[in-house]
């Protein structure tokens, strides 16, 4: 079946280090893959995306990159603040645009940064 | 534009009570989804509409879960009884047709005492 796994967290960091949160999925066909975070208080956003081989999702500074030979797609930003302290949910969708399509999540990694 | 809005934020019941939960999508959109997310765990779809027809809901737990989208526009869940395993916050969710994206509402945390 389709599944995502994530990196446990918590992961803490120093302001300005260097981010990386492991991703690997298991699915049929060719899914999109999502970065999803949620802050403190709020409800789930959409962080970036890919839908195929090779792309690269980009958005606030942070990147992925759709593995399709190690099926990962792991998170990264080069220099991280403050703000960026939330919980990152990794997600793919199986079925792209069909009506029975559905996101399956990871169990999520909490991110926490230390001025 | 208006996002997905969820009510109530926070509810607090005893086992075997009955609690229900409303949402309001994005306006035009066609989906909608409610989602289960337990404390540490990513969200669990629950049900999908498209507009006022159930798409998925095999992991709803129908002998306690039910939701109802009428007139294809905002949705209710309700739980009759609930239970303790149902402390959880429930995630209401839309998008538009042949989209792959969802926007997501601020949730509503069940605390079931």
């Known amino acids: 079946g389709n599944s995502v796994t994530q990196m446990e967290g918590p992961v803490t960091l120093s302001e300005e280090a260097f981010l990386t949160i492991n991703c690997t999925y298991t699915?049929?066909?060719?899914?999109?893959l999502f970065w999803y975070v949620q802050y403190p208080g709020e409800g789930l956003q959409l962080l970036l995306k890919?839908?195929?081989?090779?792309d690269k999702g980009s958005n606030k500074g942070f990147e992925a990159t759709y593995r399709k030979e190690t099926t990962s797609f792991h998170l990264e930003k080069g220099s991280v603040q403050v703000s960026d302290s939330a919980v990152y949910f990794c997600?793919?969708?199986?079925?792209?645009?069909?009506?029975?399509?559905?996101?399956?999540f990871g169990s999520g990694t909490r991110l926490s940064i230390r001025p | 534009e208006a996002g997905v809005a969820q009510s109530p934020r926070y509810k607090i019941i005893e086992k075997r009570q009955s609690v229900a939960f409303w949402c309001n999508p994005i306006?035009?959109?066609?989906?909608l989804y409610w989602y289960q997310q337990i404390l540490g765990q990513g969200p669990k779809l629950l049900i999908q509409?498209?507009?006022?027809?159930?798409?998925?809901d095999s992991q709803l737990p129908k002998d306690r879960f039910s939701a109802e989208r009428l007139k294809g526009v905002d949705s209710t869940l309700k739980i009759q009884p609930a239970k303790l395993e149902d402390s959880a916050v429930y995630l209401c969710?839309?998008?538009?047709?042949?989209?792959?994206?969802?926007?997501f509402g601020p949730g509503t945390r069940l605390t079931v005492l």
């Open positions: 306006s035009g959109h066609a989906t």
């Open positions: 997600a793919l969708n199986a079925l792209g645009y069909s009506s029975a399509s559905k996101i399956i």
């Open positions: 890919a839908t195929k081989a090779d």
């Open positions: 699915a049929t066909g060719y899914p999109s």
């Open positions: 969710a839309s998008s538009p047709l042949d989209s792959d994206e969802q926007f």
């Open positions: 509409f498209q507009n006022n027809g159930v798409v998925d």
